[in-house]
T-cell receptor
Framework: GENVEQHPSTLSVQEGDSAVIKCTYS??????FPWYKQELGKGPQLIID?????GEKKDQRIAVTLNKTAKHFSLHITETQPEDSAVYFC???????????FGSGTRLSIRP | GAGVSQTPSNKVTEKGKYVELRCDPI?????LYWYRQSLGQGPEFLIY????????DSGLPNDRFFAVRPEGSVSTLKIQRTERGDSAVYLC????????????FGPGTRLLVL
């Protein structure tokens, strides 16, 4: 069935360094890929998204890349700050349905 | 404007009891979604409403779970004969209604079944 794999499950980086989270999806019909940030006790918050007709998208310190042939997509955070510490979820949405399939999450910790 | 709101924020119940969880979507959003998030995992889809009707209920785990949206706005997720395995955070999201639109999530209801 539909599946999204996410790695790593935990990531610790020095403040100011970059963080990269990678995901793969199983259904080639997917064409919308949102990324969510979830802080403790809160609901997921959309931070960036990318559609299948685009290979890369950037918003300030955050960028996403998509390789449709390999069914890979990645989140890049540069110049990390303490407030970037949270759990990040990649996700895929399928053209024939409106449900979102989430990855298992990456707990990002920023070391001072 | 106001985001998605969910009540209660926390609910503790006993095994076998009935619970109702409420979601108020963003005003004007015609699509509403329910997800369930177990500890340390990503949200899992339960059901999706377009207006008043359930467009996709394929994620409901069994017939103890039911959801309604009678006027196309507020939705209630109902769980009968609760089991300890139902303990999770129940998330609601809404979107403007066109397929593939961004989904905006509420803070969730934390359900604990003792």
């Amino acid at each position: 069935g539909e599946n999204v794999e996410q790695h790593p499950s935990t990531l610790s980086v020095q403040e100011g360094d970059s963080a990269v989270i990678k995901c793969t999806y199983s259904d080639s019909a997917s064409n919308y890929f949102p990324w969510y940030k979830q802080e403790l006790g809160k609901g997921p918050q959309l931070i960036i998204d990318i559609r299948s007709n685009v290979g890369e998208k950037k918003d300030q310190r955050i960028a996403v890349t998509l390789n449709k042939t390999a069914k890979h997509f990645s989140l890049h955070i540069t110049e990390t700050q303490p407030e970037d510490s949270a759990v990040y979820f990649c996700a895929a949405q399928y053209s024939s349905a409106s449900k979102i399939i989430f990855g298992s999450g990456t707990r990002l910790s920023i070391r001072p | 404007g106001a985001g998605v709101s969910q009540t209660p924020s926390n609910k503790v119940t006993e095994k076998g009891k009935y619970v109702e969880l409420r979601c108020d979507p963003i005003s004007g959003h015609t699509a509403l979604y329910w997800y369930r998030q177990s500890l340390g995992q990503g949200p899992e889809f339960l059901i999706y409403f377009q207006g008043t009707g359930a467009a996709d209920d394929s994620g409901l785990p069994n017939d103890r779970f039911f959801a309604v949206r009678p006027e196309g706005s507020v939705s209630t997720l109902k769980i009968q004969r609760t089991e300890r395995g139902d303990s999770a955070v129940y998330l609601c999201a809404s979107s403007p209604g066109t397929d593939q639109e961004t989904q905006y999530f509420g803070p969730g209801t934390r359900l604990l079944v003792l």
